[in-house]
């Protein structure tokens, strides 16, 4: 979880903010103009992530469940739910898209995702995986990838008996 600022820590910080806006803001030219609207852009955003925060505890929902609250979160390592767990539920939130297929994940090693993906109408189809991957990286943006794979397929047993084509030797009477 990241560190959290105390009142004065937080003080600093907003009285760093509003000068470093003031010396932009007197700076002429283009690149100080972008650097402007980037952070009125970024405001906007927080602020509506702090509307739908609002909303959905007065609605008795969970915040983390929007996907904006839900990166930015992600962001700042706050998120309450842990990566396995949100890519599981993003996973049982595609069932009936699968069309009878199911994608069933298989762990996280760094930042990749491991999501096998089974039967179905499309379920082994390149446009089922990119479902798949979009999904599962719409709720855990720090994941760089998801790497989807057909089911490991278990080695048939074969008898010997049909491997010799009925040469085995036969046992004593």
Avoid: N, W
Wanted: charge should be negative.
């Amino acid at each position: 979880m990241a560190e959290r600022l105390d009142a004065p820590a937080v003080a600093d910080r907003l009285t760093r903010l509003e000068g470093l806006l003031g010396e932009l803001e007197s700076i002429p030219g283009a690149t100080a103009a972008k650097a402007l609207d980037a952070v009125t852009l970024l405001t906007e955003v927080y602020g509506e992530a702090l509307a739908r925060i609002l909303e959905r505890a007065a609605e008795g929902g969970e915040p983390a469940d929007d996907e904006l609250v839900g990166h930015l979160l992600v962001l700042h390592e706050l998120h309450p739910e842990p990566l396995e767990r949100r890519v599981e539920r993003a996973l049982e939130r595609l069932g009936p898209l699968l069309r009878g297929g199911e994608a069933r994940f298989d762990g996280v090693e760094g930042a990749v995702a491991r999501v096998v993906l089974s039967g179905g109408g499309c379920g082994g189809s390149g446009r089922a995986a990119d479902v798949v991957r979009d999904a599962v990286l719409a709720i855990a943006p720090e994941l760089t990838e998801v790497r989807v794979s057909p089911p490991r397929r278990k080695p048939a047993f074969i008898p010997v008996e049909s491997l010799l084509g009925g040469m085995a030797p036969k046992a004593a009477p």
